[in-house]
């Protein structure tokens, strides 16, 4: 034993005190909780390791144990095949055509919503995303409402039914991202003759936590006994208006809703998005991605949302992306082909309309295992993450070298 540690073994506290003052502590905490005071008995354990400093492995750290751990999550990844939960939709949808009360009346949506295994029941499929898959039979209308949460629809039936927001008329078709800003009034119907599917997601878990969440149902001049907005404005005006890259109109207002600076472009045609995606498949793309596009607000070139960032990216026939983790939460859909993503290890194979999640953390990489092109549509919160300072990106190459990537 050195000289220093006797010395310090001098100072402790007298034998028989040091090795219970834990249990001593832990006794002041059965009469502090009434005064709603913990006294630190447990260092802090974070669930993630070290982003610098740990790059092996999996890449993710573990859940703590003890008072330091109560609030503490931890996604898993996750895929949702839509062999497995499409049925349920069908079978709401039948429920809902025979009902004499729609589920609207009682439960606003027709809707399934996909629950991550690590978030014990949580509705959201990562700390800050919840994604609901909602089916509306022809003649059915959710009336109209404005929320705090940042919302979407992603169509995936090859009608989509329509969405107004902010008097403006969105008739969607599969592959269409309709954005509905937080603050913005809006509601959706089915006009067609069979069901639509569309994936709806919203920054909900995080407005819930700061305690942020809520929705107003009680528009100014909605109309008739379904409650739905008028149609103030023309078919495809925000389009017209921000349709073209690199250039906005100099004499309007770019606000909509009561929302702060939300993106006035509400309306991504899939046609369009996949048009640009195969115009693109002959560059050589990124080492992580492969060919990537993002969806930005087209008056600040920033994310669609402060919270949440959408993307769409193509995979030629047999290519596969380096691996790539980040400190955001991603969620996939499957809009063409099929392919298999690694995440921590794990082994993932999709194809179309299937879903997956890629926690934060985790190494990943995406390879098409088909013969054709495949489209995976994108959201996560690195838009937040950057906006607070938090984002970070790594890639490994197959060498195990590691890259810090800016972004």
């Not at 751990?69 to 839509?82: E, V, Y």
């Not at 079978?91 to 025979?98: D, L, V």
């Not at 985790?362 to 098409?368: K, V």
């Not at 970070?392 to 070298?401: E, I, L, P």
């Amino acid at each position: 034993m050195t000289a220093a540690a006797t010395a310090t073994q001098q100072k402790q506290a007298p034998a028989g005190l040091s090795n219970k003052a834990r249990e001593m502590m832990e006794a002041i905490n059965s009469d502090a909780a009434k005064h709603h005071v913990w006294i630190r008995t447990q260092a802090n354990a974070p669930a993630q390791r070290p982003w610098f400093s740990q790059t092996g492995g999996e890449g993710s750290g573990q859940l703590a144990s003890g008072r330091v751990a109560a609030n503490q999550m931890k996604t898993l990844a996750h895929l949702w095949r839509w062999k497995e939960f499409s049925p349920y939709l069908h079978r709401i949808s039948e429920i809902a055509r025979k009902a004499e009360v729609s589920p609207i009346e009682f439960a606003d949506r027709q809707s399934i919503l996909l629950l991550n295994p690590g978030l014990n029941g949580r509705l959201q499929i990562t700390n800050t995303i919840r994604c609901a898959i909602s089916i509306y039979n022809p003649g059915d209308v959710a009336p109209v409402h404005l929320h705090s949460p940042n919302a979407s629809r992603t169509i995936l039936s090859d009608k989509g039914g329509y969405t107004v927001v902010e008097g403006e008329r969105c008739t969607a078709a599969r592959g269409d991202l309709i954005l509905t800003p937080n603050g913005t009034w809006h509601d959706h119907g089915n006009d067609s003759n069979e069901p639509v599917v569309w994936i709806d997601m919203l920054d909900w878990p995080l407005m819930e936590f700061l305690d942020a969440a809520w929705v107003d149902h009680d528009m100014p001049g909605a109309q008739g006994n379904t409650r739905v907005q008028a149609v103030t404005k023309s078919e495809g005006r925000s389009q017209r208006l921000y349709g073209h890259g690199g250039i906005k109109p100099a004499f309007i207002d770019h606000q909509i809703g009561v929302g702060k600076s939300p993106a006035p472009l509400i309306h991504y045609r899939g046609a369009d998005v996949l048009e640009m995606l195969h115009n693109l498949r002959k560059e050589e793309g990124d080492a992580y991605e492969g060919i990537k596009v993002d969806f930005v607000n087209p008056v600040t070139g920033e994310p669609v949302f402060k919270t949440l960032n959408y993307s769409a990216q193509l995979l030629r026939p047999g290519e596969e992306t380096e691996l790539k983790r980040e400190t955001a939460g991603t969620f996939y859909v499957v809009i063409e082909g099929e392919g298999a993503t690694e995440v921590g290890g794990k082994r993932f194979e999709w194809s179309k309309n299937d879903i997956f999640v890629v926690p934060n953390f985790l190494w990943r990489r995406h390879r098409n295992t088909g013969k054709a092109d495949a489209v995976i549509y994108s959201v996560s919160d690195a838009a937040l993450m950057k906006n607070i300072g938090q984002y970070y990106a790594q890639g490994r190459s197959k060498d195990g070298n590691i890259t810090e990537l800016v972004h």
